[in-house]
């Protein structure tokens, strides 16, 4: 079937919000062998996210974090490849971020400080992911292979240096010392505090607005430059694009390079951001469940804002709702997340074939009554 008979917005938006509806709804049944009333479970969990400011902060904070994972993996897909260490990435993003803050937040301002944090960050991101992009280049390694290793080497890599040269003297913790204000991001309510306007505390902070240009940036990338055109062509048909003239491993180093280095950005709001520290394991997932969020957006960068964001509220708003039903627990709150990613990643095409045969029907039901019309 031509999938052109399938309308762009039924692809773009309906089956998606199909898939969420489905996992959604296996989670009402969970949420009613524990004896909860799921339309009360869901109307405190959009409460907890979006009803007050600070839940709202909580949000955006969390969305940050998959925008910058999305974005990688977005990125990474467009050219046909699947890049799972953005866990890594990230994790190497932060040691980054954590190095240039130790050693210049004694010495220069914010402002000088910011901009070689979001070099290092991106830096970092990229090196990590210039090794597998390599092997899968010029050494014919599959590229999800080696981003998965990369993860577990960075993970071992920072357990070493927090716990042997990072850490600080006479702690048992494996944390830095916390950073100077001057390299601190600034929070949401003190930016709001600028222009006039109050708002609650919370986690987020500058970088949200950084995943915000982002976006805007990789959309220009992917669409409106030749960079982008030859990417998608790759990711296509790796064939045609060889023959058309694209250096296919020159490409796959270049996709890399900018989809580690997204994933590295991560490290500004976890790091200097809400640690304001450098310490194990604040990447917490983040990264896979970017690849959900890249699955659920249609790797469209519109598509990551909105998926980051149902993410973000699934994220606070289930903490909210373990507190406030005793018999749900943190565990139930994965699970329905699990869901999602379930039906909006595993299961995305389970709906595809059903919604094409319908639209077939209409289609050649059209073309029968033009038929019947014309020969009237």
């Known amino acids: 079937m031509n999938d052109s008979k399938i309308p762009a917005w039924v692809s773009i938006l309906a089956l998606p919000l199909l898939n969420i509806f489905f996992a959604f709804a296996f989670s009402a049944i969970i949420f009613i062998a524990v004896d909860v009333n799921p339309i009360d479970a869901a109307q405190a969990m959009i409460e907890g996210a979006l009803g007050y400011q600070e839940g709202i902060g909580y949000t955006l904070y969390y969305a940050t974090n998959f925008i910058f994972t999305g974005l990688a993996v977005a990125v990474a897909f467009s050219a046909g490849l699947f890049n799972i260490g ?51 280049a010029y050494r014919g390694s599959h590229i999800v292979i080696t981003t998965i290793m990369f993860n577990f080497i960075a993970s071992s890599l920072m357990v070493y240096l927090m716990v042997n040269v990072l850490k ?37 902070n500058l970088s949200f607005f950084i995943a915000l240009i982002c ?17 998608r062509a790759m990711g296509s048909s790796p064939s045609a694009a060889e023959y058309g003239g694209i250096n296919s491993k020159h490409l796959i180093i270049i996709v890399m390079l900018i989809s580690g280095a997204l994933s590295g950005l991560l490290s500004l709001n976890e790091v200097q951001g809400y640690g304001q520290q450098l310490k194990l394991d604040f990447v917490a997932g983040y990264g896979f469940t970017g690849i959900a969020v890249c699955l659920i957006g ?33 565990e139930m709150i994965q699970v329905v997340q699990a869901l999602v990613v379930l039906f909006s990643g595993a299961l995305s095409l389970m709906l595809v074939n059903p919604t094409e045969r319908f639209f077939t029907y209409l289609y050649n039901k059209k073309n029968a009554q033009s038929s019947l019309q014309a020969e009237a």
Request: proline content about 6%.
């Open 86 to 136: 953005g866990e890594g990435q990230a994790y190497i993003g932060g040691l980054g971020v954590g190095l240039v803050c130790l050693g210049l937040d004694q010495t220069l301002p914010f402002w000088a400080i910011l901009p070689i944090t979001m070099v290092a960050s991106m830096a970092f991101g990229a090196l990590w992911a210039f090794i597998p992009a390599y092997l899968q």
């Open 168 to 204: 600080q003297d006479g702690q048992m913790a494996p944390v830095s010392r916390l950073f100077e204000q001057s390299a601190v991001l600034p929070g949401f309510d003190a930016i709001a505090g600028w222009f006039g306007f109050s708002f609650a505390a919370s986690p987020m």
């Open 215 to 231: 976006c805007v940036l990789v959309w220009g990338l992917l669409w409106r430059t030749r960079w982008g055109y030859a990417m």
């Open 298 to 330: 249609r790797n469209h960068p519109v598509g990551i804002i909105l998926a980051s964001l149902l993410f973000g509220i699934l994220y606070q708003g289930g903490a909210e709702l373990s507190f406030d039903y005793p018999n749900i627990d943190r």
